[in-house]
């Protein structure tokens, strides 16, 4: 999920971006400042389905609540802690003397001032990593299909579990790694085509006008890059441009594609790994905990500063965009993340790290088809639940029910299980600014397993260099219920994790169009003010101290 969505449908329609083009804009994405913030509008007023985040503080100050700081932890690829948007809401260490070289708080972690890197070590830091399918082909391929029949058979009737695994890696592995290789080469070659499209535009507009007077052409790149013209013509991203604006607006795109389409030739190569040299850590070790370095930004942190802006970005200079626990919340930066998928060992490590160092709440942008330590990782999801820390969880970008297509960390061991198997998950699916395409059209979904819905398409937040941008996938409506829920937290901080799922669940503002009820629990988009109202009627103040059917683990809590 670290890349989001990009350039990836290119062809079929030129339906990517930030998704401008299902209703065309009047104004430049970058200069709409209504644009720049419509996920905090309110529903009632606005009939857009935003957060309602302005109205939440304002209720929440109406009852004579006094905010404490929540810390979150954004377990991502890393954040630009000193971006302006949030160096002010950036989490300091108290215990740890910054550069001093040594592990002041006795946590294991030296000089961890502002967080951990799990995918880093003396020798620098991952950036590229294998997909998790590569990893599980690589390794037990000579285990299952090895040169001796017998003793695959063998293998294959006493490591059941594993083989399964293996079987759909493999699967996923020959599709995937095929599609990232006719993706390069398909948006390697429109870009060295960009040249032939402004020849023929000739200085004139993208328009069908202008397209009418290109006369057809025998060569064959000619004939190639006059049939993309021709489809971006009917695009609203791309309509009207000048000459100058589509070249300039084709190489951005391109660029986009092909930096996401490039570092794959690594993910699905199994002979790399640079695990071992980078990080130093035995890696089959999962009891190994002190490893990592102090980087907490990384080679690239586009995703994860941009998550951290989503959930607590502070308006600089000539930008409007702010989180929305911007008063509230402080980052936590936990790289976990690569250009690639995260590794198990890592997820749980990161669990424990921001939850024994202060995090109430983990925001959680990522997933994966296949997770050989899951174990590993639902033992750490197990143990935020006793510290009674929140796990905010994106529900993928693959447009699919995630009953039948699982992304791990899952909070369902099983998926006939009724109910989850902790009470401190919240899986989030990603809605629009369009009523009557509410779902993004690439957001997962499932009634039971995932809770709730909330803005994941067009959104502007923070990214390295000091810069803003628009992303989108479930990874951006993770944060932004990460945020609502520090909110929550911070104006009653006694709430269980439990108590404040359930707040945005039963507050949600609904929708009937589409299926849009049956893609969630919630059958809404969450409304932070509603969600707050709901918080404070019924748990806050010891009105009920506990969810009228409160789990195990919380009845044990209480009488503690």
């Given at each position: 999920m670290k890349k989001v969505l990009l350039a990836a449908v290119f062809l079929a329609g030129f339906s990517f971006s930030y998704a401008q083009q299902a209703?065309?804009?009047?104004?430049?994405?970058?200069?709409?400042?209504?644009?720049?913030?419509?996920?905090?509008?309110?529903?009632?007023?606005?009939?857009?389905?935003?957060?309602?985040?302005?109205?939440?503080?304002?209720?929440?100050?109406?009852k004579g609540l006094k905010p404490k700081t929540v810390v979150v932890g954004v377990l991502d690829s890393g954040v630009q802690v000193n971006h302006p948007g949030l160096v002010k809401n950036v989490w300091s260490?108290?215990?740890?003397?910054?550069?001093?070289?040594?592990?002041?708080?006795?946590?294991?972690?030296?000089?961890?001032?502002?967080?951990?890197?799990?995918?880093?070590?003396?020798?620098?830091?991952?950036?590229?990593?294998?997909?998790?399918?590569?990893?599980?082909?690589?390794?037990?391929?000579?285990?299952?299909?090895?040169?001796?029949?017998?003793?695959?058979?063998?293998?294959?009737?006493?490591?059941?579990?594993?083989?399964?695994?293996?079987?759909?890696?493999?699967?996923?592995?020959?599709?995937?790694?095929?599609?990232?290789?006719?993706?390069?080469?398909?948006?390697?070659?429109?870009?060295?085509?960009?040249?032939?499209?402004?020849?023929?535009?000739?200085?004139?507009?993208?328009?069908?006008?202008?397209?009418?007077?290109?006369?057809?052409?025998?060569?064959?790149?000619?004939?190639?890059a006059l049939q993309v013209l021709g489809q971006v013509s009917q695009n609203p991203e791309f309509q009207g441009k000048s000459a100058a604006e589509f070249e300039k607006l084709m190489k951005e795109q391109m660029k986009e594609a092909i930096d996401h389409f490039a570092p794959q030739a690594k993910q699905y190569d199994l002979s790399y790994d640079p695990r071992k040299e980078i990080v130093g850590d035995n890696y089959d070790d999962y009891s190994e905990k002190s490893y990592g370095n102090n980087d907490y930004e990384g080679p690239d942190a586009e995703h994860g500063t941009h998550v951290a802006g989503i959930i607590a970005g502070l308006p600089q200079?000539?930008?409007?965009?702010?989180?929305?626990?911007?008063?509230?919340?402080?980052?936590?930066?936990?790289?976990?993340?690569?250009?690639?998928?995260?590794?198990?060992?890592?997820?749980a490590n990161a669990i424990r790290y921001a939850v024994d160092n202060g995090a109430r709440i983990l925001n959680m942008s990522f997933g994966k088809p296949v997770s050989p330590g899951k174990n590993v990782v639902w033992d750490a999801f197990k143990y935020a639940e006793d510290k009674g820390v929140l796990l905010v969880k994106a529900a993928g970008n693959e447009n699919e029910d995630v009953a039948e297509h699982l992304a791990f960390p899952t909070n369902f061991k099983n998926v006939a299980d009724e109910k989850p198997f902790v009470n401190n998950v919240v899986v989030v699916g990603a809605s629009t600014n369009r009523n009557n395409q509410l779902r993004a059209d690439f957001s997962n979904y499932n009634k039971k397993m995932v809770n709730v819905?909330?803005?994941?398409?067009?959104?502007?937040?923070?990214?390295?260099?000091?810069?803003?941008?628009?992303?989108?996938?479930?990874?951006?409506?993770?944060?932004?219920?990460?945020g609502a829920a520090a909110v929550l937290l911070a104006y009653m901080p006694e709430l269980k994790p439990d108590q404040i799922i359930e707040a945005l669940v039963k507050?949600?503002?609904?929708?009937?169009?589409?299926?849009?009820?049956?893609?969630?629990?919630?059958?809404?988009?969450?409304?932070?003010?509603?969600?707050?109202?709901?918080?404070?009627?019924?748990f806050y103040n010891g009105k009920i101290s506990v969810?009228?059917?409160?789990?195990?683990?919380?009845?044990?809590a209480v009488k503690k």
């Open positions: 209703q065309a804009k009047s104004m430049d994405p970058k200069e709409d400042k209504d644009l720049m913030t419509w996920y905090h509008k309110d529903f009632s007023t606005s009939k857009v389905y935003g957060v309602n985040t302005a109205n939440a503080y304002k209720y929440l100050e109406s260490n108290p215990n740890e003397v910054p550069g001093n070289g040594k592990d002041d708080d006795g946590n294991g972690y030296i000089d961890d001032v502002h967080g951990w890197n799990f995918i880093g070590g003396k020798n620098g830091d991952i950036d590229i990593d294998n997909m998790e399918v590569t990893r599980v082909v690589a390794k037990y391929k000579p285990v299952f299909e090895g040169d001796d029949s017998t003793k695959n058979k063998a293998n294959q009737s006493k490591m059941p579990e594993e083989f399964a695994m293996y079987m759909k890696s493999k699967e996923l592995f020959t599709k995937k790694s095929a599609e990232a290789k006719q993706g390069f080469q398909t948006y390697t070659k429109i870009n060295s085509l960009i040249p032939n499209m402004m020849k023929m535009l000739g200085g004139k507009p993208v328009t069908a006008a202008t397209l009418e007077t290109i006369k057809p052409s025998t060569a064959q790149d000619d004939a190639i200079g000539k930008e409007i965009q702010y989180g929305v626990a911007s008063k509230v919340a402080k980052i936590m930066s936990v790289r976990t993340v690569p250009n690639g998928d995260e590794r198990d060992k890592d997820v819905f909330a803005p994941g398409e067009e959104i502007y937040s923070t990214v390295p260099k000091n810069e803003y941008k628009y992303l989108q996938g479930t990874s951006m409506a993770s944060p932004v219920v990460a507050s949600s503002n609904l929708s009937t169009e589409n299926q849009f009820p049956d893609y969630s629990q919630a059958g809404g988009v969450i409304d932070l003010q509603k969600a707050a109202e709901y918080a404070y009627t019924n969810s009228k059917k409160p789990a195990k683990s919380v009845k044990k």
